[in-house]
């Protein structure tokens, strides 16, 4: 027998008594990382920082700006769709809206 096949041997002998989990669940990402991981541009999660309506929440520390991954997950969904996108809807809705400021 080899010394690898000894090592592993040894090894699948050994019961774990504890887990340790080094892996944040929860972790703070920089703009950069969380572009990765949302799939998403850094300039668009800058827009969504500053959006008046539906901000994206964030942690400023110095001049970095951190966001947790969890309370983007929370913050997405608020963009969850389901089903196709009536834009005529859409468009009437919002041509209403601008007829409705003229009066």
């Not at 944040?24 to 920089?30: E, G, K, V």
């Not at 110095?62 to 608020?78: H, M, N, S, T």
């Amino acid at each position: 027998m080899t010394r690898a096949a000894t090592e592993v041997a040894q090894v699948r002998g050994v019961l774990a008594d504890q887990v340790a989990i080094s892996i944040p669940l929860d972790p703070y990402l920089s703009l950069k990382a969380l572009a990765t991981y949302a799939g998403l541009s850094v300039r668009t999660l800058r827009d969504h920082l500053a959006d008046s309506s539906h901000p994206l929440p964030c942690y400023r520390v110095g001049g970095k700006i951190l966001v947790r991954r969890g309370e983007f997950d929370q913050w997405v969904q608020e963009y969850r769709q389901a089903g196709p996108v009536d834009v005529l809807a859409i468009a009437d809705e919002i041509l209403g809206q601008k007829s409705q400021r003229r009066r």
